[in-house]
Structures are given as C-alpha cells and as structure tokens.
C-alpha cells in the first residue's frame, strides 16, 4: 500500500473513531435527557395525586380485581395512575381494566423509597407517600415514552456518520497527495539523474520543513557520490599516468641493452636502473592495497593496543635502514609517570606506515635530508605527534591538494615518488580517527600535527 493510501486509510479511521465517540455522546445524552424530561413529568404526575388522593385520613379500601391481561406487550393505553397500599393490593386506578404492578416493582419502591422501571411498553415512576393518619402507600405513575424523535436523531446521526466519512476520505486523499507532492518530485528527480550528469542537485523548495531537509540530505549524499566518482575516474587516470612512465623507463632501458652487446658494467647498470623502477611500482602497488583494504573493508582491520614510543621508534629504524642517506630525529616530551598512558588503540601495520610515509616525506623534500618528530604525551591519551621537514614549505593552495591520490606539486615533479604516500597516510589516521592538520611557516619547512583522539583504552587486554 502506498503512503498516501495509507495515510488517508489512517485519517479515515481516526476521523471515524472520533466521529462514532462524538455522535454517540450525542444521541446517549439526548436519549438520557428526553427520558429525564419525561420522568420528570410523571413525578409530578405522582406527587399531584398522592396530594389529592391521600388528603384525608380515611384508609383506602382495596378495589375489585377486574383486570384484563393484554395479550401482547403492548398495553391498550398510553397512561395510569394507581396506588397500592402496603399488602400491596390496589386501592385506586384510573384505568380500572389495568393489568397490576407486580410485587417484586411494589417491593423494590417500598425499600428504595422511589424507583424507575418498565411495565409492558409504559415506562413508569413509583413512589412512596403517606396519608394523614401515618398509613403508607405507593403511587404509581405510567406513560407511554413515544420513541420517535430518537429514532429520528438516530438515522441523521448515522447518515452524517457516514457522509462525514467520505468527505473526510476526500479531504485526506486531496491533503495526503498535497504533503507528498515533494516527495513524489525529489523521486522523479532523482531517478532522472544520469551516472554522466552527477552535477545536478535535487531543488529543496522554499520552505525549511521535513521535505527540504530530506532534499538537502540526498543532495549532500549526490556531492559525496560526484566526489567519489571524480576521485575515481581522477585515480584510474592518475594511476594509468603513473603507471606508464615507470613501465616505458623499463621498456626503453632493455631495448637498448639488448640493441648490441655491452660490458657487464653497462648490463649491471641497466639492471639496478630497471631493478629501481620495479621496486618504485612494488610500492607503489602495496600503498594502493593498502587503501583499498581501509575503504573497501575497515571493519576487516584488527586494532590492538600498542606503545606509541616505541611505534615512532621503530619508524626512525625502518626509514634509516631503508634509506641509509636519511636522518630522523625523535623528541619525547615529559614522559608520564604511569606507562599505560603510552598506549593507543591502532593497527601497528598501518599506523606504523602512516608515520615511515611522513617521516619519508619530510627527509625527501629537506634538503639536508632530515626530519625533526616531536611528541608531547597527555594524561588523558591526546597525544600530539610533529613531523617537521626543512625543506620549501607548502603554499596554501595546495595543502589540501597533497592529501589526494597521486597529486604532485608542479615545483616537485623531478622528484621521485608515488604521488599515494600522503594519501594513504590521510586515510590510515582517519580510520584511527587520528586528526591532522598542515602548517607551514612563513621562514619554510612543513609541520604535519598528529592529535590522537583519547586513552580508551590502556594497557593489555
């Protein structure tokens, strides 16, 4: 069922609930009133006679028993008057031929002092009362309740119940279309979106209610959808460009060590030329594996906690050994009195990357080759991590543009390198939920600010 069908469904049955309770109150309070009324008018009936037929002090004498019982139960009059006295035998009537009250009636009126009740179609009012010697009698009042008008109020109660119905079905049809009307437009809106147009949004309207913010919402996700698309179509071109130079420096370098025969110092120099290019490809190929693996399945990567100290030790090792012109130096601030506060929730393998890639970065672009890590350790687990270089620094225009896959800056294209190393290193942190930000001063180099997000958890599980 749709939800306009279902909504009119909804304010049909709610409309129809509080129709039924409202008209029903209706007709029970008039129906109740009408019989107060009437009640009434046979309580003045019975008062009128036992000031009448009880004024003197003479015991009343009970009448003959000349009564005909009705052979239905409809009686043959609409109204009577008769008194009983207290053996319960009638001593006055005005309809002689009247059937009697029974005894239970007579009992119930001399216990509860006055009582309502039904004899045959006579609705009827019975009511103690006393001559002037003391002697106790009943009278009993009778009338015919004629039905008609509540018959009458009922029909046009249930003919406006169901009138009212329809055109509430009607209205909540119409007002249930008017209120998804938006909906229905942002659907068809979007379902025209093209993979080839990614640039059009979805129009929010005018207004600021619920159906803007669903508006705003799917075209904040369209921006996150043409960014991915962008990074992708940008990454497959990128990684295509990357690719071939590499790929063509190798073709090349073997075709001319194969055009003649050479010395074996100009074969060995060939080989360690293309022996450099596979090992640039092979990092490059093991940094985009490693992205790959932190978008496509981050819930896949096993975090456990490790000793930041010893992290950033070990990437000054790892930088040194692996390039033996580099020099790191690591700078510890006031070391905290209890050693679980060294430890943070990561994946040692990735983070560990994360930290060689700027420490890398920072040695390549220095022109002394070397680069200066300071960390700061706080009681509450928000450590600071500095990678400073000495090198040119980074314009402001491009400090967010090195965090995207294989962007090289003009100034550095004779440099070597991957172009995914600071991307990678962007990812990994925010997996970690570990901030960075980008500094550079007006006197040159580049600071790379690590701040850890808390002391979650310390120590060992």
Known sequence: MQIRARLTLLFVLIAAGILAGVLCSVYFLFKKNTKDAFFQGLESKAE???????????????????????????????????????????????????PPISVKDLQDIYQKGESHFQHYNLLA????????????????????FDPTQLTQLRNILIISFFVGLVLVALAGWYYAGQALAPVSRIVQEVENLQP??????????????EIA???????????????????QRMFLSNVSHELRNPLTAIRAQLDVALQRDREP?????????????????????????????????????????IRL?????????????????????VEFGEMPADDQVLFV??????????????????????????VQVRADFQPDGRHIVEVCDHGPGIPAEE?????????????HLRVKGTGVGLSLVQSILTLHKISLSVESPAKGGAVFRLVFPGATYLGEE
Not at 275 to 299: K, R, T, W
């Open 399 to 411: 400090q967010q543009l090195i965090f995207e896959p294989f962007f090289r800056s003009p100034r």
């Open 265 to 305: 110092d100009a074969y060995r120099q060939a080989l360690q030329s293309v022996l450099d290019d596979v090992q640039s490809l092979s990092e490059m190929e093991e940094e985009l594996l490693q992205l790959a693996l932190i978008h496509n399945d981050p819930g896949a990567i096993p975090f456990a906690p």
């Open 213 to 231: 913010r669903l508006a705003e919402t799917f075209n904040r996700l369209l921006d996150r959808v043409e960014q991915a698309f962008k990074m």
């Open 48 to 98: 009128m006679t036992a000031q009448t037929a009880l004024l003197g002090a003479v015991a009343l004498n009970p009448l003959t028993a000349n009564w005909i019982a009705p052979e239905e139960e409809a009686l043959p009059y609409q109204d009577n008057i008769s008194i009983f006295n207290n053996a319960y035998e009638r001593v006055f009537t005005v309809t002689p031929d009247a």
């Open 196 to 209: 080839a147009d990614l640039s059009r949004r979805v129009d929010t309207g005018r207004t600021r209610d």
């Open 309 to 329: 100290d010893e992290l950033l030790w070990q990437a000054k090792q790892q930088l040194q050994k692996r390039h033996p012109e580099y020099r790191a130096g």
């Open 125 to 144: 009012l019975g009511r103690k009362a006393s001559n002037l010697s003391g002697a106790t009698y009943v009278v009993v009042v009778e009338g015919y």
């Open 345 to 370: 929730r990561a994946n040692e393998a990735l983070l560990l990357t994360a930290m060689l890639n700027l420490m890398n970065n920072a040695c390549k672009y220095s022109p002394d080759h070397q």
